[in-house]
C-alpha cells in the first residue's frame, strides 16, 4: 500500500539536495506516518483514555469511546496492538475478560495528546463563543 | 454480563460528579473535537505545509501534499478556511492566482504539528530499525 513519495525524488536527484528541503521532507514524512498510524477518527480516542484512565477491558472501551462499534473498536485496538502501542492481556477468568493497557512505547504519545487536549479545550471555548455570539 | 462501574452513569447521576470524570470528559470532548476537525489523512498535511513553508498556491500544494487529488484539495482547503485555520486570497494576476496562507489561529497549532513531527521522526526511526532487522 506504499505510495510513492515524488519529494524523496527530487531530494535523491543529484544537485537537489537542500538543507532545507531535507529537513522539510523529514517532516512530511513524519506527519505523514503519524497521521497514518493515528489518523481516523477512533485511535487518538481510544490512546487517551487508555492513557489518561489506566486499563480498559474490552466492554469498558465500547462504553467509553463514544460512539464506537464493537467491530470498529476490536480493529482498531488490533491495529494499536500490532503497531506495540497498546497491549492485550487475557484475563483467567469466568467468562475470559480481555484487557488492553497502554505501552511504554504507547506511553511516548504522552506529550502529544496533552498538546492535543490543550488545543482542543481552546478550540471548543472558541465555537462555544461562536455559537452564543451568532 | 457483568457490568463494571460504569464513569458515564457516575457522571450523570447525581452526586456522582468526581473532578476527576469531569476533567476526563472535558479531555474526551476536547480529542474528538480535535480529531474532528484535523482527522484524516490530508488536513493535518496541509497546515504543515503552510506552517512550515509559508503562503501556497494551490498548484504548490498539489506538488507538495504528495497524493492528493484535486478535488480533495479543494475540498480539505475549503473545510480548513471555513475552520479560520486558513486564509484565501485571489489574486489580480493573469491568469488568477489563488494563495492560501495560515491565519493567525492556525498558527495555533503550530506546538501540535511540532510534538507530531517529533513523535513522527522517533517513530520512523523505530520501524527503519525494526524493517532492517527483519
Given amino acids: 500500500m506504499n505510495e510513492p513519495i515524488s519529494i524523496e525524488k527530487e531530494i535523491t536527484e543529484p544537485g537537489h539536495v537542500h538543507d532545507c528541503c ?3 521532507t523529514q517532516r512530511v514524512l513524519a506527519i505523514r506516518d503519524a497521521v497514518e498510524l493515528l489518523g481516523g477518527k477512533w485511535k ?3 490512546i ?3 492513557l489518561f484512565r489506566g486499563k480498559r477491558r474490552f466492554m469498558d472501551l465500547l462504553r467509553e469511546v463514544d460512539g464506537i462499534a464493537a467491530k470498529m473498536l476490536s480493529k482498531e485496538l488490533q491495529d494499536l496492538e500490532v503497531n506495540q502501542l ?3 492481556t487475557v484475563l483467567n477468568t469466568k467468562p475470559v475478560t480481555v484487557e488492553y493497557e497502554i505501552t511504554e512505547y504507547g506511553k511516548s504519545l504522552e506529550p502529544l495528546l496533552r498538546t492535543l487536549v490543550d488545543w482542543g479545550v481552546e478550540h471548543r471555548k472558541r465555537i462555544m463563543t461562536r455559537g452564543n455570539q451568532n
Same sequence: chains 1, 2.
Avoid: D, E, V
Fill in 22 to 24: 531535507q529537513n522539510h
Fill in 48 to 50: 487517551g483514555t487508555l
Fill in 44 to 46: 487518538i480516542q481510544i
Fill in 86 to 88: 497498546i497491549k492485550r
